[in-house]
């Protein structure tokens, strides 16, 4: 193994930890209890293990396919094809998770601007769909010939009319430019000793992330992983404590750590062997760090402000 720079705090796998955290992987082949799957990693394609799920167990699901892009995840290569191609291939899969749902469930799609207009057609088949979220990606390569794609969106859906959002766990703190004052006393925000702050709601547009990069403790490989604080602010809006929060494009485990460290259960299915392993080292990790950047003291601050 390539040794890092001393500031690279990306997360990887020695030769003896992917053995040991390969054995904590689960691959369902029957029919499946709750009590079987909960807070665990199953490494299996989602239209192998989907079927073998129990019904209506889950509270909210996080899904975040391959953009409809050619793009490498690993061993596996994700193709980009056309409009109506992408929409099949996502309706096949998404078609078989409906059956895992909560009557009362919130579901997250995530995608950009190629595959969004695909994503809102086939989640109004099953879903209703309640909003779009477009956040920013700061980071992206310049374009000589187009804007620069800094942003991602995610479609917020519900099963339906009843369910969670809990709106006083995901306020913003944004720091107050021009304090406004009646009778000498702050309207609407608070001074404190590292500023002057002002609590606000939540919207549809999000420019408080930072993606993952190579001197974050959350950072690893995968070449799509969202930020942690991404997935809390979903999780904490969307589901209560001890919830189960599904997330069937695992990934390197994101979704998975960001439950576990805000008192959800879990359960992620991931195909790739090596990302699927590297979820359960960061749910290990997870067990003595549970902080997530940028959210602390109950409210979710602006980037780099804390």
Not at 131 to 150: D, H, L, P, V
Not at 268 to 293: H, N, P, V, W, Y
């Amino acid at each position: 193994m390539t040794k890092k720079a001393p500031r690279n705090k990306t997360i990887t796998l020695t030769s003896a930890e992917r053995l040991t955290f390969k054995r904590k992987l689960r691959v369902l082949k029957n029919q499946t209890a709750i009590a079987q799957v909960i807070n665990s990693t199953i490494n299996q394609s989602i239209e192998d293990a989907s079927s073998f799920l129990p019904d209506k167990f889950v509270d909210l699901l996080f899904l975040d396919p391959p953009y409809n892009l050619t793009k490498k995840f690993n061993s596996d290569t994700f193709r980009a094809t056309s409009h109506q191609e992408y929409a099949e291939w996502m309706e096949s899969w998404l078609s078989t998770l409906v059956h895992v749902l909560k009557p009362t469930a919130s579901i997250y799609i995530c995608g950009d601007w190629r595959s969004s207009g695909v994503i809102q057609e086939i989640a109004e088949k099953y879903f209703i769909v309640r909003n779009r979220i477009t956040w920013e990606r700061e980071k992206g390569r310049g374009a000589k010939a187009n804007w620069k794609n800094a942003s991602e969106d995610i479609w917020f859906c519900t099963t339906s009319e009843k369910f969670t959002f809990n709106l006083n766990a995901v306020k913003l703190k944004r720091k107050v430019i021009a304090p406004y004052t009646n009778n000498g006393k702050p309207k609407d925000w608070k001074r404190s000793g590292s500023g002057n702050f002002r609590l606000t709601h939540p919207s549809n547009l999000w420019n408080d992330l930072t993606v993952p990069f190579w001197s974050m403790s959350e950072n690893t490989e995968h070449p799509t992983q969202k930020p942690e604080k991404l997935l809390a602010k979903i999780i904490l809006a969307s589901s209560k404590s001890g919830d189960v929060v599904l997330d069937p494009f695992l990934g390197s485990g994101t979704t998975s750590v960001v439950a576990k460290k805000l008192g959800r259960k879990y359960v992620g299915i991931e195909i790739d062997e090596k990302f699927a392993s590297i979820s359960e080292k960061r749910l290990a990790m997870a067990d003595q760090e549970t902080t997530i950047q940028g959210f602390a003291d109950g409210v979710f601050w602006e980037r780099n402000s804390l």
